[in-house]
């Protein structure tokens, strides 16, 4: 059946709901963006003079000192986490509710999502090339910051007797800090941060996923109602989350690796039909990481858009993550340290890169034949495009610059992409709600019910202002976060030196 020739059959009826839409879109963006608009301008603010947001510079600044402080784990533990992901130092009797690849998945499934396809097609078309580097770098120097609240999240877990377990920040900020004697400021932080992740996983973990996933979908099948697209999401979702974690990670083991291999092996195909370009491309990313390639900002500019996108895609320091991974089940908090820190590698240096080599590759931005400098359009602001395209449509017009029918493969992708990122995020809320509202039954099923309700608002209406919001409401959740780790780093090291000694000496050993 095509909707859309079913809606405008009746076209008194679809004139009414446009307009009646088309207000109550109105309505809702201005009574938003009124009330909140101080608060996104704030927290994405840049610094006087730049357009570097200082949320981000934050999320760096953050990123650099825990890759200093403990020593470059994410090299030095790289092989160790292989093996932890792995199972082999898995002991089944440990409390927790998942394995350390279930956990993995899940914080996976919230952090790999639309911003890896358009995220980084609007990057790589204002910064050029170049920030594929930077991009690069900062998701290296992430991967410390995810060590960091990991192994805080697990340590601080409240472990219940019917086995479930409840983890993450607003655990940590407050048990951690009031071991220290600080146990108000903790308790600030931590209803602080619960407050941001409620906001952000309705938001940006769910609306905005939903009408994106619509957008895409009317992309291939024809115009008809978001509410439709919402109730069908809206149902399959409720359906995984009404289950627990267990549920959910049940299903993220299997979407997360499905969706790596449909995305990463379509690029991967383009990639291959294009490797006489390869080592042009490798030329392009690094040379235009320190001169921009005729880009407007050069290096800074290009600098600028690889740190925000890094920080944008793998959430390193947002604290969302730790909420997932203190799950696992594991008597040793580090462990889960070390398996976290994959994740920046796997969202940001392979599929964000993978993404940005397809754009080079395919030359859907234009490049002067004369100079061999990128076009740079005014206008847009950004580098000239084929078709104009911006965003996913540039990132689509790549994978169909090469096979015509790519673009369905991409589709795909965005909905798998979109479907476990709702409902990672459904997860990361609700923890937040019980640590404000108390655990039980009710209380959860109410905040599932509202996720839920949320995921058909999203799909139906055009909500620009309560989307900026609800991201602002997740890069606040990195601004409590990281304020806590710097009192509670000390601690993560201890456990450090503590397990790699007795990992060294033998005491700790293989179960597999």
Same mark, same amino acid.
């Given at each position: ?46 610094? #006087? $003079?730049?357009? +570097?947001?200082? *949320?981000?510079?934050? %999320?760096?600044?953050? =990123?650099?000192? &825990? /890759? ?60 050029? #090339? $170049?920030?594929? +580097?930077?991009? *690069?770098?900062?998701? %290296?120097?992430?991967? =410390?910051?995810? &060590? /960091? ?67 895409? *979908? ?10 439709? /697209? ?283």
């Amino acid at each position: 059946m095509n909707f859309k020739s079913a809606f405008l059959a009746a076209p008194g009826l679809a004139f009414l709901a446009s307009a009646a839409q088309a207000s109550i879109d109105e309505t809702i963006n201005t009574a938003v963006g009124a009330a909140t608009g101080p608060f996104v301008s704030f927290i994405f603010s840049p610094f #006087p $003079g730049t357009s +570097f947001p200082w *949320i981000v510079m934050w %999320l760096v600044i953050a =990123a650099t000192i &825990f /890759t200093l402080y403990f020593g470059f784990i994410q090299f030095r533990a790289f092989p160790h986490s292989i093996a932890l992901v792995a199972g082999k130092y898995s002991d089944p009797n440990d409390a927790g509710e998942v394995s350390h690849f279930q956990a993995l998945a899940t914080a996976l499934s919230g952090t790999v999502g639309l911003g890896n396809i358009a995220g980084v097609a609007v990057a790589v078309s204002i910064g050029g #090339p $170049g920030a594929t +580097f930077w991009m *690069i770098l900062a998701g %290296l120097m992430g991967m =410390a910051s995810k &060590f /960091t609240e990991c192994t805080l999240g697990v340590k601080y877990r409240n472990e219940y007797e019917n086995g479930t377990v409840s983890g993450g920040p607003m655990y940590y900020l407050s048990k951690g800090l009031s071991a220290q004697g600080k146990a108000g400021l903790g308790k600030v932080l931590a209803i602080l941060f619960s407050i941001f992740c409620v906001l952000g996983s309705l938001g940006g973990g769910n609306m905005f996923q939903a009408n994106q996933a619509h957008a895409q *979908i009317t992309n291939i099948v024809g115009d008809y109602p978001g509410w439709i /697209t919402g109730v069908i999401f809206a149902a399959i979702v409720f359906a995984v989350i009404v289950g627990g974690l267990q549920s959910i990670a049940q299903v993220t083991e299997k979407i997360v690796p499905l969706m790596a291999v449909i995305y990463c092996g379509a690029a991967l195909i383009i990639i291959l039909m294009n490797i006489d370009k390869l080592g042009w491309a490798f030329g392009q990313i690094f040379s235009g990481a320190f001169t921009g390639l005729g880009i407007a900002g050069g290096l800074v500019g290009a600098l600028i858009q690889g740190f925000k996108r890094a920080a944008f895609s793998n959430e390193a320091g947002v604290g969302s993550a730790a909420i997932a991974h203190s799950a696992v089940k594991t008597k040793e908090p580090i462990t889960e340290g070390f398996v976290s820190l994959l994740e920046p590698f796997i969202d940001t240096v392979v599929i964000c890169t993978m993404t940005a080599l397809v754009i080079v590759i395919t030359g859907v931005m234009t490049i002067d034949p004369d100079t061999g400098l990128y076009v740079w359009d005014e206008a847009a602001g950004r580098i000239a495009t084929v078709d104009n395209a911006s965003g996913v449509a540039l990132t689509s017009a790549a994978f169909g610059s090469t096979i015509s029918w790519f673009p369905f493969i991409l589709a795909i992708a965005v909905i798998l992409f979109a479907f476990s990122t709702m409902i990672s995020w459904s997860y990361y809320g609700l923890k937040a709600w019980t640590y404000m509202f108390g655990e039980g039954k009710s209380k959860e099923l109410t905040f599932k019910v509202i996720f839920c309700i949320f995921v058909v608002i999203g799909a139906a209406m055009n909500l620009g202002p309560v989307i900026d919001f609800s991201d602002a409401a997740i890069f606040a959740m990195a601004l409590v976060n990281i304020f806590g780790l710097y009192f509670l780093m000390p601690i993560v090291k201890a456990e450090l030196t503590s397990y790699l000694s007795r990992l060294k000496s033998g005491e700790i050993k293989k179960f597999a």
